[in-house]
């Protein structure tokens, strides 16, 4: 029975290899455009070996399938690269309005807040001054001394009193001046030239 398996496998082997060189003289079909697209690999080795000898790969219609799919990836992927550009753009220039919208809105309330300041302090003013009066104590000078005996020997504000007085009334009365009516009467035209 070994003879037997020994035979067979024998006859297997041998058809092996007559399929193996018949399909070796057979020439390979070309990798499609589609293949091509879907494996990278593929198509960087094929790139390769076209790019090495040119003048030989320019009518080898794989060489032509695997450049055709590189372009157009290449195209693809720079469509996809200018979107994403426009995308970051367009969210840089979105964040620059909205940081530049906080800045202002934040200097309006800091300027309104130091106005509100201003006002207060303004009017806190007066209040201790009409608080101070109120309780009796006078105005305090620069070295903290009570004013109040000094401002006693100030003279007093003298009162303005205007009489009513009435405009004199004029006897005279102006005397309407009178206008000749006279008429001009044109000269005639001389020429300066014809006077001698």
């Known amino acids: 029975m070994?003879?037997?398996w020994t035979a067979v496998a024998r006859g297997a082997g041998v058809?092996?290899?007559a399929i193996w060189l018949a399909a070796c003289?057979?020439?390979a079909k070309p990798r499609s455009y589609e293949f091509f697209m879907e494996d990278g690999l593929a198509r960087e080795g094929v790139l390769a070996?076209?790019?090495q000898d040119r003048h030989t790969s320019v009518n080898d219609?794989?060489?032509d399938n695997a450049r055709h799919a590189a372009a157009t990836l290449a195209a693809s992927g720079e469509h996809e690269r200018a979107q994403n550009y426009e995308r970051e753009s367009s969210r840089k220039l979105e964040e620059l309005r909205d940081r530049a919208a906080r800045k202002q809105q934040a200097e309006e309330q800091a300027a309104a807040a130091a106005k509100a300041a201003e006002k207060e302090a303004y009017?806190?003013?007066?209040r201790d001054k009409g608080a101070a009066s109120a309780n009796g104590a006078g105005p305090i000078s620069d070295n903290g001394a009570d004013d109040r005996e000094s401002l006693s020997q100030l003279p007093a504000r003298p009162e303005l009193k205007?009489?009513?007085v009435e405009p004199p009334k004029a006897d005279v009365q102006p005397e309407k001046p009178e206008i000749e009516h006279a008429a001009v009467i044109p000269r005639p035209f001389r020429d300066s030239s014809l006077q001698r």
């Open 2 to 4: 070994s003879a037997r």
């Open 15 to 17: 058809l092996a290899v």
């Open 25 to 27: 003289q057979q020439p």
């Open 49 to 51: 070996r076209c790019n």
């Open 61 to 63: 219609p794989e060489c």
């Open 123 to 126: 009017e806190s003013q007066w």
């Open 162 to 164: 205007i009489a009513a």
